[in-house]
């Protein structure tokens, strides 16, 4: 059997064509990757590919974006290029969301920041530790990626978290790092360097409104949980 591409197809099939002609809303989800891919193997064609990578995850998209190229090659039909431009595609979809927040919202609740700061972390199979500072009226002057760690330690260099505070001017900061692994809680490391973090900024009068740590479906507020003075 020759490899079937989207060309070869019926018209009234070939997504590229159903989207100039209904919309791009008239497409299911795996016709809207199918274009991506372009075609499928010798066995399947590529809404039929995407159909069954859609499947593997319960058709959730949310669950598809965590995937990473070699989990995605494990298909047969992707390769390293098909894959890399369906985790480009994904990445570009969560950078949108996160691009939604053009100005700068008040911080000034541990809510507040999870909404404006979730996207940079959504998915994230990693640990990343970031700083926000603020201004005197808790709007951001600047947000540095202080350290990347792998599943569940993140290194991180207190000097280089208040040279940064004290180049922009920092009237405060508010810490933040991900849980890949989904828990809300905070460890004992993660107590003890948010301790060594708040008692160094006190010295050089620069407060720590909060520490929180992200996942997918929620947060943990040092502030809130009465952590901080």
């Known amino acids: 059997m020759s490899k079937l591409v989207i060309r070869d197809w019926a018209e009234a099939d070939r997504p590229r064509e159903k989207l100039l002609e209904q919309g791009r809303r008239s497409l299911s989800d795996a016709e809207l990757l199918a274009i991506l891919i372009g075609s499928g193997s010798r066995q399947e064609t590529a809404v039929e590919l995407c159909r069954r990578i859609l499947s593997s995850v319960q058709n959730n998209l949310d669950s598809l974006s965590k995937m990473e190229v070699l989990r995605l090659c494990e298909f047969k039909g992707i390769g390293e ?26 911080l000034n609740s541990s809510l507040r920041v999870y909404e404006y700061f979730r996207y940079q972390l959504q998915d994230l199979p990693h640990e ?30 207190v000097r280089i978290v208040l040279r940064n505070a004290l180049n922009c001017k920092a009237h405060s900061m508010i810490l933040i ?53």
């Not at 431009?85 to 053009?102: D, F, M, N």
């Not at 530790?129 to 599943?151: E, M, P, S």
């Not at 720590?208 to 952590?227: A, C, K, M, P, W």
């Open 81 to 106: 290029a098909k894959a890399i431009t369906i985790v480009a595609a994904l990445e570009l979809g969560r950078r949108r969301k996160e691009s939604q927040y053009i100005e700068k919202p008040l």
């Open 128 to 157: 990343e530790f970031w700083v926000l500072y603020l201004n005197t009226a808790c709007k951001v002057l600047d947000k540095q990626l202080i350290g990347r760690g792998g599943n569940d330690f993140t290194p991180v260099d």
């Open 177 to 229: 790092h991900n849980h890949p692994s989904g828990s809300r809680e905070a460890s004992k490391a993660d107590k003890i360097l948010t301790k060594k973090i708040a008692e160094a900024s006190k010295i050089m009068d620069i407060r720590v409104n909060d520490h929180i740590i992200f996942t997918d479906n929620g947060y943990y507020s040092f502030r809130d949980e009465g952590l901080l003075e």
